[in-house]
């Protein structure tokens, strides 16, 4: 029986409101955001909810002052507000401070990539996986679907330290029907292959899999993984599974060329010795005005499936050249 | 922990000779931004206001200080070390290689409790944790000290407004209000002024002193803490910058001045 799809949000919210029953040292804070699982924890939990307003800034900073007193924190906002407004919060308040001091933060952005389609550049978010890697105790979590987004839910409470999640704001098709990811692995490879693997995040794991199957199809071996803890893999894990392929593909629905999960990528392979050569796959260019569905959105950047099935495949005859 | 009764005045004054003995080794610190707080800081520690325990900083059953003009509380160092803090022979390597004394303060001195000198994020979390003691049905009190030059930074405003609206009456901002940020008065720069009706507007309680009567601080810390009126309380310190020390009080530019050795030499002889 196939699982009906759900928003990531929902699935996630949803956890937290089963958990704030039993766990009473659980505080949700938000920028002013909501859903309809929100308007069960304000109602059912009004001690342990605070909307700070539009002040992502002070969510931030209020966040850190309650995981100080050893609340489990949960901070909701859209994701380039919750990253890029208040960044020098994010970097003092929770990065620097929990050096020294135990703090569970965990920063829940939705809107990752051209999920907010019709909102234009400020709602869209192509910089913050650079943004928030490039901060040391932070984990940056990016799941696919929300099978997988749901389940990050254990990894919240399990580790302490301060945690960003990218969730897409659209409702996605289920890839994890059998059931969630290892969270502890960090990756999971959903097909395997010879000649190249894509490597891909969020939504465009969603991509890599349609044009996997189109490679196929036409005779290539492909293989697909989903990196969804991008700060915290098995890395002599993901360096066996990567070891076979001559090609690696990266995929992410952020800015190519610019710190994301493509320079991530390229540092571990050459820090690992890995031979293959590798094609980055990413939002092309600068910000963007026009108007289209999320798919001729991602046409124009170079990331929809056309455009990458045609990128991969001349990459695929480069390797054998 | 209880010091007991002491003299205050007089305990500022070695505060004021500790502050300029490490200034003179360590001329890296800001000077005149930390001898303005120092009847501030000597009233919260010595008069009876915090509750604290140096053998356990971080103790649940504190009164939290959030020092959020972090480099401008290099005063706090010897207030620390008198206190047990730590020892204080660590007043002589100040800024030094192995030192955790730098030149602005990090959360890895005991009796700091956050990240202090990137200005304006003090008060925000304070409010959580004063958000937080009210939920966890605590009744220990949460105190900031701001400079009045830091309330530039509108990160304080918002957390203003937070305080206001859940009527965190456990949270005590004071404003070392010495009127002086880097390049100069900041009436000239962007005023606060009216300082106190602004807060006052904003839902909170507020009152003003003399900052350098250090009684008159303490009678108004006390009298902040054992309100309970549900409304956060404000005390603005009208301050000196670069206080008891000629050419730099007042001096516009004091923020970056820093006095000749010689001449804190000769105020340390004159003023035993």
């Given amino acids: 029986m196939s699982v009906k799809p759900l928003a990531m949000r929902d699935v996630l919210l949803d956890r937290i409101w089963r958990a704030m029953a039993e766990d009473h040292k659980i505080f949700f804070v938000c920028a002013d955001f909501g859903s309809p699982i929100l308007d069960k924890i304000r109602a059912d939990f009004p001690e342990r909810f605070v909307n700070v307003g539009i002040a992502e800034q002070n969510l931030i900073n209020v966040s850190a002052g309650l995981a100080l007193e050893d609340y489990t924190v949960f901070a ?49 978010c192509y910089e913050d996986i650079t943004l928030m890697r490039a901060l040391p105790n932070f984990r940056v979590l990016s799941p696919s679907d929300h099978v997988s987004a749901g389940a990050l839910f254990d990894r919240c409470v399990s580790s302490t330290g301060p945690k960003y999640l990218r969730l897409d704001a659209q409702v996605l098709p289920v890839l994890y029907e059998a059931g969630a990811p290892d969270l502890d692995v960090g990756f999971h490879v959903h097909r395997s292959g010879d000649g190249v693997c894509l490597v891909a995040t969020g939504y465009m794991l969603h991509t890599a899999l349609k044009v996997a199957e189109s490679l196929t199809a036409a005779g290539h071996s492909v293989g697909v993984i989903d990196l969804f803890d991008i700060s915290h893999f098995a890395a002599d894990q993901l360096q066996a599974v990567l070891s076979p392929y001559t090609g690696i593909v990266t995929l992410e629905e952020g800015f190519r060329g610019r710190g994301g999960v493509d320079a991530m990528l390229f540092e571990f392979i050459a820090r690992r010795g890995l031979a293959a050569r590798m094609l980055n796959i990413g939002v092309e260019g600068a910000y963007r005005f026009e108007l289209g569905s999320r798919m001729e959105l991602h046409e124009q950047v170079g990331i929809g499936h056309g455009s990458v099935l045609r990128s991969v495949t001349t990459f695929i005859q480069s390797l054998s050249d | 922990m209880n010091v007991g009764p002491i003299d205050l005045r007089a305990k500022a004054h070695w505060v004021w000779r500790e502050t300029l003995a490490v200034h003179r080794r360590a001329p890296e610190t800001r000077l005149a931004s930390s001898l303005s707080p120092i009847e501030i800081f000597v009233a919260l520690y010595y008069g009876g206001v915090l509750r604290f325990d140096p053998a356990q900083p971080l103790a649940e059953h504190r009164d939290r200080c959030i020092i959020s003009k972090g480099h401008g509380s290099i005063c706090m160092y010897p207030i620390l070390a008198d206190l047990g803090y730590f020892p204080l022979e660590e007043l002589q390597r100040v800024c030094q290689a192995g030192s955790f004394l ?7 001195i005991p009796g700091y409790e956050t990240v202090n000198g990137s200005l304006g994020h003090g008060l925000g979390v304070a409010s959580g944790m004063a958000l937080g003691l009210k939920r966890k049905g605590s009744d220990r009190s949460v105190f900031v000290v701001v400079g009045d030059g830091e309330l530039h930074e509108g990160a304080n405003w918002e957390a203003i407004m937070f305080a206001a609206q859940h009527r965190l009456d456990n949270l005590h901002l004071i404003v070392d209000d010495n009127g002086i940020s880097m390049l ?37 810390l006390l009298q902040m803490k054992a309100s309970c009126a549900g409304k956060p309380q404000a005390l603005i310190a009208r301050t000196l910058k670069g206080h008891g020390v000629p050419g730099l009080e007042n001096a516009p530019l004091s923020h970056i001045m820093n006095p000749k050795p010689e001449l804190i030499d000769s105020l340390l002889e004159q003023n035993p």
Avoid at chain 2, 102 to 108: A, E, F, L, Q, R
């Fill in chain 2, 184 to 220: 100069g008065y900041t009436d000239d720069i962007v005023s606060h002024d009216p300082l106190s009706v602004r807060l006052s507007a904003f839902g909170w309680d507020c009152m003003e002193v003399d900052g350098h009567d250090v009684a008159a601080v303490q009678a108004a």
């Fill in chain 2, 102 to 108: 730098g030149g602005i303060p990090d959360p890895v």
């Fill in chain 1, 76 to 124: 909701y906002a859209i994701a380039p507000f919750i990253t890029m407004r208040c960044y020098e919060q994010i970097r003092v308040s929770l990065a620097l401070l929990s050096e020294v001091r135990p703090m569970n933060v965990n920063l829940i952005g939705v809107g990752a990539g051209y999920s907010y389609v019709v909102s234009g550049p400020t709602h869209q």
